[in-house]
């Protein structure tokens, strides 16, 4: 018996460590191309049909290949973090915030409604189904299981509630962060990130510069309460994104203050361990970190930074170039440590399972440049061409 039962343990720990090496080997990466920047700095918009997502394989961490490239219409527009892969690469959800009309010679875009579900287990991936959702749907979560995903809906202040069954999934909820009173003021919500145990969820509100919590109660999910009201978590000025480290001790949002202007946006850091959570300190990152990333392996965030590359080029603060910012997590300690320079106007990042690799799409170079965590520092490493303009990207998340 005693033989029998060292022998079942070798082998669920031989699976548990094989279930591990294959997980999180994918990214996905949501390419626009109804959206081009002119010289000025200035939108162009295109007609609509040439969107794609496309699905990388980073077993190779410095030689990623296109499992698939699926057309799907998706979105520039919000934090590079609308799309999402299950920890067990078996569903894929994509939300598009914005849809496009034809407006006389031109086009406009309107809130779009919709998340898209993609099953990463054929070959190649496909899209199975559509899920309604709020306006404008932007940013996007989904909790360790697998069983729950959050999306926040930029133009009506809500949001949804995803239950996730096998390769079914479904609109269960609508929460609402919106402000206090009658006619509150919209609180423009942007990114959302759940808590390594499921239990709690940032939602960053861009309009009011905070962030809201939420508590998670299986697929139940409300507004935290303290002394009676809704709590929020006051940052620095336009919080545009958010991330938890997998120790669930901190949670970390990008504060795009100015946006590109040339000056030095934060990070700010949020004491999860204390009741209620709040802010205990905000890191100079540099100008424009839109998109975020925290290492699956603890220890380590990265921001790209925008760095003034997708303005006029008369601009004084104008770069050809992004870089990527890494930051070091020791204790509840973050500082800036590693950059390296990157492409122009990059939004996505994600790293590696393992932490050891950054991969960073550049919007303007219609690439995805792959970086080396070498210690405190990075080290760009190659670089891959993608069939699009990278608007957003995820990896594995804590």
Same mark, same amino acid.
């Given at each position: 018996?005693?033989?029998?039962?060292?022998?079942?343990?070798?082998?669920?720990?031989?699976?548990?460590?094989?279930?591990?090496?294959?997980?999180?080997?994918?990214?996905?990466?949501?390419?626009?191309?109804?959206?081009?920047?002119?010289?000025?700095?200035?939108? /162009? *918009?295109?007609?609509?049909?040439?969107?794609?997502?496309?699905?990388?394989?980073?077993?190779?961490?410095?030689?990623?290949?296109?499992?698939?490239?699926?057309?799907?219409?998706?979105?520039?527009?919000?934090?590079?973090?609308?799309?999402?892969?299950?920890?067990?690469?078996?569903?894929?959800?994509?939300?598009?915030?914005?849809?496009?009309? &034809?407006?006389?010679?031109?086009?406009?875009?309107?809130?779009?409604?919709?998340? *898209?579900?993609?099953?990463?287990?054929? &070959?190649?991936?496909?899209?199975?189904?559509?899920?309604?959702?709020?306006?404008?749907?932007?940013?996007?979560?989904?909790?360790?299981?697998?069983?729950?995903?959050?999306? +926040?809906?930029?133009?009506?202040?809500?949001?949804?509630?995803?239950?996730?069954?096998?390769?079914?999934? &479904?609109?269960?909820?609508?929460?609402?962060?919106?402000?206090?009173?009658?006619?509150? +003021?919209? +609180?423009?919500?942007?990114?959302?990130?759940?808590?390594?145990?499921?239990?709690?969820?940032?939602?960053?509100?861009?309009?009011?510069?905070?962030?809201?919590?939420?508590?998670?109660?299986?697929?139940?999910?409300?507004?935290?309460?303290?002394?009676?009201?809704?709590?929020?978590?006051?940052?620095?000025?336009?919080?545009?994104?958010?991330?938890?480290?997998?120790?669930?001790?901190?949670?970390? /949002?990008?504060?795009?203050?100015?946006?590109?202007?040339?000056?030095?946006?934060?990070?700010?850091?949020?004491?999860?361990?204390?009741?209620?959570?709040?802010?205990?300190?905000? /890191?100079?990152?540099?100008?424009?970190?839109?998109?975020?990333?925290?290492?699956?392996?603890?220890?380590?965030?990265?921001?790209?930074?925008?760095?003034?590359?997708?303005?006029?080029?008369?601009? *004084?603060?104008?770069?050809?170039?992004?870089?990527?910012?890494?930051?070091?997590? +020791?204790? &509840?300690?973050?500082?800036?440590?590693?950059?390296?320079?990157?492409?122009?106007?990059?939004?996505?990042?994600?790293?590696?399972?393992?932490?050891?690799?950054?991969?960073?799409?550049?919007?303007?170079?219609?690439?995805?440049?792959?970086?080396?965590?070498?210690?405190?520092?990075?080290?760009?490493?190659?670089?891959?061409?993608?069939?699009?303009?990278?608007?957003?990207?995820?990896?594995?998340?804590?």
């Amino acid at each position: 018996m005693k033989t029998w039962l060292r022998g079942a343990a070798l082998a669920a720990l031989a699976a548990g460590l094989s279930a591990t090496a294959a997980r999180a080997q994918l990214l996905i990466v949501g390419n626009d191309e109804k959206i081009t920047l002119g010289d000025d700095g200035k939108q /162009v *918009f295109h007609p609509p049909g040439k969107d794609t997502v496309t699905i990388l394989d980073i077993h190779d961490r410095e030689k990623p290949k296109v499992v698939a490239n699926l057309p799907m219409i998706n979105s520039l527009v919000g934090p590079p973090t609308n799309l999402a892969i299950t920890h067990d690469q078996r569903l894929a959800l994509v939300a598009n915030s914005l849809d496009w009309q &034809k407006d006389g010679d031109n086009w406009k875009d309107v809130p779009g409604n919709k998340v *898209f579900v993609i099953d990463l287990t054929v &070959k190649p991936p496909a899209q199975i189904a559509a899920v309604e959702v709020g306006k404008q749907p932007s940013g996007m979560a989904i909790n360790a299981a697998g069983n729950l995903a959050l999306v +926040t809906n930029f133009a009506d202040d809500t949001v949804s509630v995803l239950t996730m069954d096998g390769m079914n999934v &479904k609109a269960a909820d609508t929460v609402s962060v919106a402000g206090p009173g009658d006619h509150p +003021t919209p +609180t423009k919500p942007t990114a959302v990130a759940i808590t390594p145990d499921g239990k709690h969820a940032l939602v960053t509100l861009s309009a009011a510069n905070q962030v809201a919590l939420l508590d998670i109660d299986g697929t139940k999910v409300t507004r935290a309460q303290v002394d009676g009201k809704p709590y929020a978590i006051t940052t620095g000025l336009r919080p545009l994104n958010v991330q938890i480290t997998p120790d669930g001790k901190l949670g970390l /949002v990008d504060d795009m203050n100015g946006g590109q202007d040339g000056q030095m946006d934060t990070t700010s850091v949020i004491d999860m361990t204390q009741n209620p959570p709040r802010v205990i300190d905000q /890191v100079g990152v540099g100008d424009g970190p839109e998109g975020l990333a925290v290492s699956p392996a603890g220890g380590y965030a990265a921001s790209p930074i925008l760095n003034g590359s997708g303005v006029s080029k008369s601009a *004084f603060f104008h770069h050809d170039h992004g870089y990527a910012q890494l930051l070091k997590i +020791t204790g &509840k300690e973050v500082r800036r440590v590693g950059t390296a320079e990157v492409g122009g106007l990059p939004e996505g990042i994600a790293f590696s399972p393992d932490g050891r690799y950054l991969y960073v799409g550049n919007f303007k170079d219609g690439n995805l440049d792959i970086l080396h965590v070498v210690g405190d520092s990075l080290r760009k490493v190659g670089s891959l061409a993608l069939p699009g303009h990278p608007a957003s990207l995820r990896g594995s998340t804590p």
